[in-house]
């Protein structure tokens, strides 16, 4: 059995099939064993049920998935704000970005020193998040950052089975290639941070969704 006529032969209606189309040009090693799939079945309900369950035509998912770059979010937050002072509720930021959805594992907060590990990032963990700190380098970098709310981002997305909704807070656009990853992968994405004069947009993820405000 082809898979694509046969894919274009059922009743489904055309964003289901382009949407099926791109999963299988995008995982190719899936098509064979699709269509073997569809040639054991007897009928067209069970072909049906078959595309549209197990490779998800739409994700339709609650469940979210929140990642922090604190380093960045606080940088934005100063120029957003420009105040001299500034407190974040982090137990309030969660609560907005969560709002009535599923959080299945802890949200990801990644972050430098200083502030040193005290009073101030224990404080984030009693919100419920999973902290993960680096020392800044000779020159104030703080790559390890990024490269470590990247690489949680890919895992989170390979260790699920269903495509579900990623939330990343930050305000650059060092995030594309896991943001990518998650898009081709069925996922949606949310980037929340911080309107400013110099704050970067990506076209394939909604603009500011005011959540630190």
């Excluded at 995030?175 to 110099?198: C, M, Q, S, Y």
Aim: with cysteine; proline share 7%.
């Amino acid at each position: 059995m082809e898979l694509y006529p046969e894919i274009s032969r059922l009743t489904l209606d055309d964003d289901e099939k382009t949407a099926l189309f791109v999963h299988f040009t995008n995982k190719p090693a899936q098509k064979a064993e699709a269509a073997a799939v569809l040639s054991a079945c007897n009928n067209d309900a069970a072909r049906l049920f078959i595309l549209k369950d197990p490779f998800l035509v739409e994700n339709n998912s609650n469940d979210v998935f929140l990642f922090v770059d604190n380093s960045n979010f606080f940088i934005q937050a100063k120029k957003s704000t420009k105040s001299p002072t500034l407190n974040i509720d982090y137990g309030r930021l969660l609560m907005t970005i969560k709002g009535e959805r599923n959080m299945p594992d802890p949200p990801v907060l990644v972050g430098s020193i200083p502030p040193p590990y005290d009073t101030f990032w224990r404080h984030i963990e009693k919100k419920g998040y999973n902290v993960t700190l680096f020392e800044r380098n000779i020159n104030n970098h703080e790559k390890e950052v990024d490269t470590t709310v990247a690489s949680r981002i890919v895992q989170t997305v390979y260790k699920n089975s269903h495509p579900a909704i990623i939330a990343l807070v930050a305000g650059d656009l060092d995030f594309r290639p896991p943001i990518n990853i998650a898009l081709d992968e069925g996922w949606k994405v949310e980037l929340w941070h911080w309107d400013t004069d110099d704050s970067t947009h990506d076209e394939h993820v909604p603009p500011s969704l005011g959540a630190a405000s």
